[in-house]
Each structure stands twice: as structure tokens, then as C-alpha cells.
């Protein structure tokens, strides 16, 4: 990986459920949202993801890349939007922007 980059792994993209227990069909329209990934690997001058991290973006900023059969998302590091992560202090959420 290279400068500011992420490479991420996508979470599936199929049936979801709402809070409700309504299931939601993967062909049901949705507005535009965010979507979760896991990171896979990051470039030298990244500074706030880690390998491992939980990453909320925008899934129309991204581009994808296959490795070994495997479908991945390339981002850079302004295009996170949040990150999850367990590595937290005591006065931490967890969850940061």
C-alpha cells in the first residue's frame, strides 16, 4: 500500500434486517448510506485506521480492486468517515470520527 491508502474488505451485501425484524430484500432500493468494511491494509502515511479496524464510508468514493479472487475496496484516509475500534482509553466510546 502506498502513501494515504486503505485497503478494505467489503461486508456482504445481501438480505438485512431492520431494527423491527423486517427483512429487507439485497434488490430493495435504499437511499444513499454508508457502508461498514473491515481494513485489511493500510500505507505508510496513514494515521488514524490500523489493520483490523472497523471503517465507515462512502460507498460511491470507492475503488475496487480484485486480489486472489477476493473483491476489496482501495480508499484514501479522508474518505473514512468513522472508525470502530477495540482499542480504546477508559473515557473513550469506542467509536470515533
Known sequence: ?????VLVSLEAEGERRSGGGILI?????VGKRLAWAAV????????????GDRVLFDP??????EVQSKGYALLRERDIHA???????D???GLYL
Open 83 to 89: 472508525v470502530a475500534t477495540s482499542r480504546i482509553e
Open 25 to 29: 430484500p439485497a434488490t430493495a432500493t
Open 91 to 93: 473515557d473513550q466510546t
Open 1 to 5: 500500500m502506498l502513501h494515504d491508502r
Open 60 to 65: 460511491e468514493e470507492r475503488l475496487e480492486v
Open 40 to 51: 485489511v491494509a493500510v500505507g505508510p502515511n496513514v494515521r488514524q485506521v490500523e489493520v
